[in-house]
Structures are given as structure tokens and as C-alpha cells.
């Protein structure tokens, strides 16, 4: 029917999104955002044993500017909150955000007024890591599943009606903040 | 002016680790493509035990939900009726939920359980992008059922009352049954 059966054989064809998403996941550079113990398994990820750098992200970035992926390692407290959101908001589009262990995805065992009951009260998160701290293959398996979904990321027209929809579903959810039992 | 040494040798010796490491094992693990096996106890996501016959062994005690210091339990025991019987004895969890988004993997709630029906398994690839998926609720946690097992509920089948259960005839008799089947397809 279309162009790929008059092609001649050993000529791969894709789609422009396919392609980007596949050069997006295969160079992250994830942005450090260490606050405890968590950073430290996220530095062996980063080393030689768990080797991030086969998937492309060996390189952690210090400054936001460069880095696309923000793993938060580490409980957040309320004071650290603000400075989150700003090194979120420096970061350059395409971003990604990944909650690094149950303090950073829900606050974890840490129930109390300092600590912030998981970082998706301050900024959008797409991957949760569960464990405490989650091991370096647990990392390695939340940053795979995360490429999954860069990969079949929308570009262009379809992007904006996909935020377009996200924030429908988003304004008629419940916030995190009301939620009761164990979502809270 | 530097010293011979310091122009000729040094740098041959910072090199000289370099070089050594080339003959190296690589100790790089392949994670995704080679898994390697936990440690045998290692503390990964739950699993709620079954007695031989498939009864549940979880009375709905609560006592993980106290245990938990993440309070990332939720238990909420019903009573069995003799028509409807999921655990042997009077009581089941009819409501088992465990937040992995607050659970640190501690393995109290395993210390606290007076019948073994919580354990830990060795999954730990765990993570999921909302925090719905992240309640596991009673089904995703359930061991499955493994031969000679049926799906509760049901009568208890291998004693006539709880006690059975808990003094270790029902695993005798389990046993004498899975022995006495084996026979008859060899036979």
C-alpha cells in the first residue's frame, strides 16, 4: 500500500516521534538531587558495578540547565520544597522527574510536619521507585520503565492535545494533599 | 627544573593503573539483560502464605498494621461462616492492603505475624509511574495456588477443626496426601 513495499530490502522506516524518542532515552542526563540516603545508591548506580552509562546517563549533571531526568533521592522537607520546584523549573523541556524511594514518593515512614508527603505535591512526577533505599537495580529498573515512556513520548500537535488531557484529568482528580487513608 | 624522575616515572606509574585495571575482570553487572539472584533472605515485596489445602493462613490480627512503623498497612479482618470459610478458625483479613509507597521493607510486620501467613519475597522491580498501582491489594499479594490447592472459599480439608491446622496435622496429612497421589501416578 504505502512506501514501505516499494522500498528496496534492508531500509528501515519509523516515524519521526519514534525516532526522537528513541535519541531522547538514550541520552538522559539526569540532574543530582541527592538530599539522603537514597543518593547514595544512586551513586553506586552511577558507578562502575551498576553502570547507568550503558543506558547513556552516566554523567549527572550539577546544573539543571543540562539535564532532562531529576531523580529526588532523599526525603524532602518543607524547606527544600521551594528550592525543588526551582531547580524543576530551570530545567530545560523535554523533563522528567523521578521520585527516588518512598521518602520522596510519599514521605515514606518520616509522617510528620517537616517532611513533605512525596514530591508530587510540588512538582509532576513520572516514575514512583518504592524501597528504602531502593538497590541499584531497583534505579536501574524504574529508569527502563521511565525510557519505555519517553520513547512513545507525543511531539508537536499531538503533545499539546496530550497536556491538554492530562490537565483535564488532573483538574478533576483529587489533590494529593486531600487525599485520605493510604494514598495520602 | 624538574627532577628525572618526575619527568620519566611518574607519569608511567599514574599510568600504571590504569594498565593493571585492563587485565582486570570487567565487575560491571549486565542488570537488565543478567539478572543476578538476590541474597536468599533479602526483604523484597510481600506475600500472603496459604495453608496445603488453600485456606488463607492471614486471621486478620492486625498485628503487621501495629507493627508497621510506616503505617503502611491496612487490614480489615471479617469473620468466616461456615458457608463462606477462607482461613481455618473464626476470623480472615477481608481487606488486606500494604503501601509500597510507604512501606521501607523492614520486615517488622513479618516479626509480628503469629500465623507465618506474611513473608517476603525476593521481587523487588517494583516501580510504577502513579500511585494507585503502588496499593497492593489482597489478589496481588495472595501466594498462587499450587497443586493440590483450591480456591477459598471452602471447607477446611484437612482436619475438622482450626486446631488441626495449627498443631501440624493438616501438614502431616497434606504430605500423607501428596505421597499417597505421587504412588498412584508412578503405579
Redesign the interface.
Known amino acids: 500500500m504505502g512506501i514501505e513495499e516499494k522500498l528496496p530490502s534492508g531500509i528501515l522506516l519509523s516515524s519521526v516521534e519514534g525516532v526522537a524518542g528513541y535519541f531522547r532515552k538514550a541520552s538522559m542526563w539526569p540532574a543530582t538531587f541527592g538530599l539522603a540516603c537514597c543518593a547514595i545508591e544512586m551513586m553506586t548506580s552511577g558507578g562502575?558495578?551498576?553502570?547507568t552509562g550503558?543506558f547513556g546517563m552516566e554523567v549527572f549533571r550539577a546544573s539543571p540547565r543540562q539535564a532532562d531526568l531529576m531523580i529526588v533521592a532523599g526525603r524532602v522537607s518543607n524547606k527544600m520544597a521551594p528550592v525543588l520546584r526551582q531547580v524543576y523549573d530551570q530545567m530545560a523541556n523535554p523533563k522528567w522527574v523521578l521520585a527516588m524511594g518512598?521518602c520522596a514518593?510519599?514521605?515514606?515512614?518520616f509522617?510528620n510536619y517537616a517532611i513533605l508527603q512525596?514530591v508530587?505535591h510540588v512538582v509532576p512526577v513520572?516514575?514512583?521507585?518504592?524501597?528504602?533505599p531502593?538497590?541499584?537495580?531497583?534505579l536501574?529498573?524504574?529508569i527502563?520503565?521511565l525510557h519505555t515512556?519517553v520513547q512513545t513520548a507525543k511531539l508537536g500537535s499531538h503533545r499539546v492535545a496530550e497536556i491538554e488531557e492530562q490537565e483535564q484529568a488532573a483538574m478533576a482528580a483529587t489533590p494529593?494533599s486531600q487525599m485520605k487513608?493510604?494514598?495520602r | 627544573m624538574a627532577s628525572l624522575k618526575e619527568q620519566m616515572w611518574d607519569p608511567v606509574a599514574g599510568f600504571g593503573v590504569t594498565f593493571r585495571t585492563m587485565f582486570k575482570k570487567v565487575v560491571t553487572e549486565q542488570y537488565p539483560f543478567d539478572k543476578k539472584p538476590t541474597a536468599p533472605r533479602f526483604h523484597g515485596r510481600h506475600q500472603l502464605n496459604r495453608w496445603p489445602d488453600g485456606l488463607e493462613k492471614c486471621i486478620g490480627c492486625e498485628l503487621c498494621a501495629w507493627a508497621c512503623p510506616a503505617d503502611a498497612i491496612y487490614v480489615q479482618g471479617a469473620s468466616n461462616t461456615e458457608d463462606e470459610r477462607f482461613s481455618p478458625g473464626e476470623r480472615y483479613g477481608s481487606v488486606y492492603q500494604i503501601n509500597y509507597l510507604r512501606c521501607i521493607l523492614c520486615g517488622l510486620c513479618i516479626e509480628a505475624c503469629p500465623t507465618r501467613a506474611l513473608t517476603m519475597t525476593n521481587e523487588y522491580e517494583l516501580a510504577d509511574d502513579n500511585r494507585e498501582d503502588l496499593i497492593y491489594e489482597k489478589n496481588d499479594l495472595l501466594a498462587p495456588l499450587l497443586p493440590g490447592m483450591s480456591q477459598p472459599p471452602h471447607p477446611m480439608l484437612l482436619g475438622e477443626e482450626e486446631r488441626d491446622y495449627y498443631d501440624g496435622t493438616a501438614a502431616r496429612r497434606a504430605t500423607a496426601q501428596a505421597v499417597d497421589n505421587l504412588k498412584e501416578e508412578r503405579t
Not at chain 1, 514518593?105 to 515512614?109: P, Q
Not at chain 1, 531502593?134 to 531497583?138: G, H, K, S, T
Open positions: 562502575p558495578r551498576y553502570d550503558r518512598v514518593s510519599s514521605g515514606g515512614m509522617n512525596g508530587d513520572d516514575m514512583y521507585l518504592p524501597g528504602c531502593p538497590r541499584p537495580e531497583m536501574i529498573d524504574a527502563l520503565k515512556r494529593t487513608g493510604l494514598l
